[in-house]
Antibody, heavy 119, light 108 residues
């Protein structure tokens, strides 16, 4: 079973920063493209970012480009999302997801970590 | 930026066929994927590459794609299928981005 565990969420003031982590007990993240997807309270899924298996290629949604940075530490088997200049509209559950066996789509999901941006 | 459009809601009686559509300009070139999300749970993949069903997903779930529209079909919908459904695809702009549709609330 593919398991992903996110952490690092919490309450942060507008303009602040937060770093989310995603670990994968039981398999090696290195080989897989990884995504971050978020879901504001009561709203739909929003794709945020993705990064190639070797970390050389990353993509971002327009709403976070320039503020968020996706990265991975393959030695620690961990995926990160560094979030800077946070805004109230960044408040959401943040999910990490692993690509599928046949393509780069988000196939396996963690349970998410809640980020609240509020003063 | 690239968008996928879904109807906000679909309602069927138990045993009827539910169809949820997803439209996007890049769908003729890119696969569509479908996710089911029940309340307070992580999304679950129910269809990948337009029409393939992951192991463990009931046969009543099927997918198709034609032109700029992808469709998720639930044949003989059951009460337990009541959930939010999202389509997903990627854009062709070269910016290495994914996109979700706005989601459809299925009521059975």
């Amino acid at each position: 079973e593919v398991q992903l565990v996110e952490s690092g969420g919490g309450l942060v003031q507008p303009g602040g920063s937060l770093r989310l982590s995603c670990v994968a007990p039981g398999f090696t993240l290195t080989s897989y493209l990884m995504h971050w997807v978020r879901q504001p309270p009561g709203k739909g899924l929003v794709w945020v970012s993705r990064i190639s298996g070797d970390g050389s290629i990353a993509g971002y949604a327009d709403s976070v480009k320039g503020r968020f940075t996706i990265s991975r530490d393959n030695a620690k088997n961990t995926l990160y999302l560094q979030m800077n200049s946070l805004r109230a509209e960044d408040s959401a559950i943040y999910y990490c997801a692993r690509e599928g066996t046949t393509g780069t789509y988000p196939a396996y999901w963690g349970q998410g970590t809640l980020v609240t941006v509020s003063s | 930026s690239y968008e996928l459009t879904q109807p906000p809601s679909v309602s069927v009686s138990p045993g009827q066929t539910a169809r949820i559509t997803c439209s996007g300009d890049a769908l003729p070139k890119q696969f569509a994927y479908w996710y089911q999300q029940k309340s307070a749970q992580a999304p679950v993949l129910v269809i990948y590459e337009d029409s393939k069903r992951p192991s463990g997903i009931p046969e009543r779930f099927s997918g198709s794609s034609s032109g700029t529209m992808a469709t998720l079909t639930i044949s003989g919908a059951q009460v337990e299928d009541e959930a939010d459904y999202y389509c997903y695809s990627t854009d062709t702009s070269g910016h290495y981005r994914g996109v979700f549709g706005g989601g459809t609330k299925l009521t059975v």
